[in-house]
T-cell receptor, first 117, second 106 residues
Framework: DAGVIQSPRHEVTEMGQEVTLRCKPI?????LFWYRQTMMRGLELLIY????????DSGMPEDRFSAKMPNASFSTLKIQPSEPRDSAVYFC???????????????FGPGTRLLVL | KNEVEQSPQNLTAQEGEFITINCSYS?????LHWLQQHPGGGIVSLFM???GKKKHGRLIATINIQEKHSSLHITASHPRDSAVYIC????????FGTGTSLTVIP
């Protein structure tokens, strides 16, 4: 298996632009997680899905952030409009999603490094 | 106060040394995760445990539920172990420690 795939790997954009990050989980995994990592705040869980349904989005910082999972093999995290403080590395991870949603080993993608100017 | 505290924040060791990284948490959890983040940024899940001890190669993770404490041990450390090690507690939410930056010198 190719593992969790994220695209793009790097994104540079200007403040106010829409940014879309993409994630393909490992085939057969039913849970998908979006994380953000910054120097100041470390790793933060933004949202997670189980069977394509958002379970907990309490980590989403504000309404400018939205996430969707239209099918079992694809998810997007969208920021509209983007701001410089959104600059971070965004990780996607997946897990089997069988024995409790956040109590399983997660497999991380390589991350998308976002810079908002 | 952070729900998950790690120590030390930074650690430098000579190759071959035994290393211990500590994690204390203040929330009720279902599982405790140890993650390794390589210098290039990639994250690997090392362990997930809810009781006792787990071992994988030179890595050992332990947890004491009563004391709300977990440790990650590395035996016979090697320069390739140089990374940031992150403790995360999962219960109703996910709480992350700030990480321990480990450098192993040849």
């Amino acid at each position: 298996d190719a593992g969790v795939i994220q695209s793009p790997r790097h994104e540079v954009t200007e403040m106010g632009q829409e940014v879309t990050l993409r994630c393909k989980p490992i085939s057969g995994h039913n849970s998908l997680f979006w994380y953000r990592q910054t120097m100041m705040r470390g790793l933060e869980l933004l949202i997670y899905f189980n069977n394509n349904v958002p379970i907990d989005d309490s980590g989403m910082p504000e309404d400018r952030f939205s996430a969707k999972m239209p099918n079992a093999s694809f998810s997007t995290l969208k920021i509209q409009p983007s701001e410089p403080r959104d600059s971070a590395v965004y990780f996607c991870a997946s897990s089997l999603g069988l024995a409790g949603l956040i109590q399983e080993t997660q497999y991380f993608g390589p991350g998308t490094r976002l810079l908002v100017l | 106060k952070n729900e998950v505290e790690q120590s030390p924040q930074n650690l430098t060791a000579q190759e071959g040394e035994f290393i211990t990284i500590n994690c204390s948490y203040s929330v009720g959890i279902s599982a405790l995760h140890w993650l390794q983040q390589h210098p290039g940024g990639g994250i690997v899940s090392l362990f997930m445990l809810s009781s006792g001890k787990k071992k994988h190669g030179r890595l050992i993770a332990t947890i004491n539920i009563q004391e709300k404490h977990s440790s990650l041990h590395i035996t016979a450390s090697h320069p390739r172990d140089s990374a940031v090690y992150i403790c995360a507690a999962s219960g109703n939410q996910f709480y992350f420690g700030t990480g321990t930056s480990l450098t192993v010198i040849p």
